[in-house]
T-cell receptor, first 110, second 114 residues
Framework: RKEVEQDPGPFNVPEGATVAFNCTYS??????FFWYRQDCRKEPKLLMS???SGNEDGRFTAQLNRASQYISLLIRDSKLSDSATYLC???????????FGTGTRLLVSP | EAGVAQSPRYKIIEKRQSVAFWCNPI?????LYWYQQILGQGPKLLIQ????????DSQLPKDRFSAERLKGVDSTLKIQPAKLEDSAVYLC????????????FGPGTRLTVL
C-alpha cells in the first residue's frame, strides 16, 4: 500500500465550478501535511499547509482529519489557471522527509 | 533572491552510460534534497543532506547512484551505469533546515535513457 494515496484523475471541470480532491495517508505518525501544485513540465510549488482546524486561502480550502487519516482540498470558482497537478504531501517524524502522493490532475475548461 | 539552479536541463544517454547532475541550492539553505519523478508519479526522495552530511539515503539505489555535497553548498548526483528505468525528471530542492516545512524546488533535469 502506498503511504500517500490520491485519485490521479483527471478531473475535467468548467470554469466557475467547485472541485474537491481527497487524499489518504497510512502513517499515523505523520506530523505535517501540505498541498503542492505542479504545472505541466514544471517543478512542484507549495500551495498551502493543512491544519486540523482547516485553513483557507482565497478560493482554496484545505482540511485534515487525523482520525481518518484523510486530507482534502476544495477549489471554488475554478479558473483556467488552476489547471495543474495537485500533490498531496505528508511530512513524517524522524528524518523530517516529505512523502508525495502521485498527484491529481485538474483540467479547467472554458 | 535566486532560486534553486540545476543543470543540465535535459540529457539523453544510452543505457549503461554514466551521467551527472548538478544542483546549486538557495543561498544559506542547509538542507538539500534530490528527488526522482517518474512520469505520472509524485517525486520520490532519493537522498537528503544536512550541510555536507547525509541524513537519509534509504531510497537511493546505491549500486548505481551516488551523490555528494562536499562543501555543504552545491551537490552532484551521479548514475553509473544508467538503466532504462532511470528515465525520469531529477529534482533538486532545498530548505533552510530540516524542520522548515516548505521545500523549494529547482526546474529539474529530464533524463532519457535509450
Amino acid at each position: 500500500r502506498k503511504e500517500v494515496e490520491q485519485d490521479p484523475g483527471p478531473f475535467n471541470v468548467p470554469e466557475g465550478a467547485t472541485v474537491a480532491f481527497n487524499c489518504t495517508y497510512s502513517n499515523s505518525a505523520s506530523q505535517s501535511f501540505f498541498w503542492y501544485r505542479q504545472d505541466c513540465r514544471k517543478e512542484p510549488k507549495l500551495l498551502m499547509s493543512v491544519y486540523s482546524s482547516g485553513n483557507e486561502d482565497g478560493r482554496f480550502t484545505a482540511q485534515l482529519n487525523r482520525a481518518s487519516q484523510y486530507i482534502s482540498l476544495l477549489i471554488r470558482d475554478s479558473k483556467l489557471s488552476d489547471s495543474a497537478t495537485y500533490l498531496c504531501v505528508v511530512k513524517n517524524t524522524g528524518f523530517q522527509k516529505l512523502v508525495f502522493g502521485t498527484g491529481t490532475r485538474l483540467l479547467v475548461s472554458p | 533572491e535566486a532560486g534553486v539552479a540545476q543543470s543540465p536541463r535535459y540529457k539523453i544517454i544510452e543505457k549503461r552510460q554514466s551521467v551527472a547532475f548538478w544542483c546549486n541550492p538557495i543561498s544559506g539553505h542547509a538542507t538539500l534534497y534530490w528527488y526522482q519523478q517518474i512520469l505520472g508519479q509524485g517525486p520520490k526522495l532519493l537522498i537528503q543532506f544536512q550541510n555536507n552530511g547525509v541524513v537519509d539515503d534509504s531510497q537511493l539505489p546505491k549500486d548505481r547512484f551516488s551523490a555528494e555535497r562536499l562543501k555543504g553548498v552545491d551537490s552532484t548526483l551521479k548514475i553509473q551505469p544508467a538503466k532504462l528505468e532511470d528515465s525520469a525528471v531529477y529534482l533538486c530542492a532545498s530548505s533552510p533546515g530540516q524542520l522548515y516545512n516548505e521545500q523549494f524546488f529547482g526546474p529539474g533535469t529530464r533524463l532519457t535513457v535509450l
